[in-house]
């Protein structure tokens, strides 16, 4: 019964597209950790690396375009979209590459290479956006917190796979 | 093997950027500061010589406005959404640019400025 199931995917898609949005708007309230731009947590994200092992690459492509669309729409800042954009799309092709090659118990890695691929990502946006070379100073540092929200995010997405398999 | 390959890099970028941080943060920076607006550097200053006053930068009709106060370089108001260049605070020695991605200002310690001051 095909139909069935594409209304099915349907409908989990969505629940994970709506699920990574109140995240991100619950994150848009607390206070910035350090004040460099561009570090936080990416809760978001978590749904990210859910989808990528869960769903096929498609797919996790529609729930993360989805995502960044209407929550750039939310923040009210559509310039911001730039780095989000360009920062996940890298992140989510690296992503997809170590899930085709490894389980889902290498998901906290997955999500630590794939977060330090967003700084990269958006620090080359910011360097395209400023005109200027000197936003690579910032990079150190994001790369930095990458690795340790990437961890967590990881880690959060690995909880959740675990009781919804 | 994969496996370990992956997590090895991940160990890796976690140490290498840890340290690259430290190394940059610790990195003691000259005096003379800039101001980038839009790629464009509008001031080069001596913070030492530098009198108390007050510079305002405009972006597409949005201000900045950059206050210098007792060798110390802040800014103390923007009209942008996000206001992360008046959080980032007074400009610090550790090589961190203040920067405000929506006006598309940086103001930052001149790289070198020891050596090309004469």
């Known amino acids: 019964m095909p139909h069935k199931q594409n209304t099915r995917r349907l409908a989990e898609l969505s629940v994970l597209v709506a699920v990574s949005l109140i995240m991100f708007v619950i994150e848009m309230q607390l206070p910035p950790v350090v004040p460099v731009p561009g570090v936080k947590l990416g809760l978001a994200n978590i749904v990210t690396v859910f989808a990528v092992y869960k769903y096929a690459p498609h797919e996790a492509i529609l729930v993360f375009l989805a995502r960044v669309l209407l929550g750039s729409l939310f923040a009210g800042n559509v310039q911001a979209l730039i780095f989000s954009i360009s920062g996940g799309a890298l992140c989510l092709l690296g992503m997809i590459a170590i899930s085709r090659i490894t389980d889902k118990d290498m998901m906290i890695p997955a999500s630590v290479i ?43 997405a690995y909880a959740v796979s675990k009781r919804i398999p | 093997m994969k496996r370990r390959l992956i997590i090895a890099v991940c160990i890796g970028l976690f140490v290498i950027s840890g340290g690259l941080s430290l190394y940059f943060y610790l990195r003691p920076a000259g005096r003379v500061v800039e101001i980038i607006s839009d790629g464009t550097t509008l001031y080069e200053l001596d913070l030492d010589k530098e009198p108390d006053r007050e510079i305002t930068v405009e972006y597409k009709g949005r201000k900045n406005i950059i206050k210098i106060e007792k060798g110390d370089i802040y800014v103390s108001a923007a009209d942008c959404p996000d206001h992360t260049c008046m959080k980032t605070g007074k400009l610090s020695q550790s090589g961190v640019p203040i920067v405000c991605l929506p ?12 050596t090309d001051a004469a």
């Open chain 2, 103 to 114: 006006n598309k200002l940086i103001i930052r310690y001149k790289e070198g400025a020891d």
């Open chain 1, 114 to 156: 794939g977060a330090v691929l967003h700084n990269i990502g958006q620090t080359a946006a910011a360097v395209f956006v400023m005109n200027t070379t000197a936003v690579i100073a910032y990079l150190p540092y994001l790369l930095f917190a990458g690795c340790i929200a990437g961890a967590f995010t990881g880690a959060c």
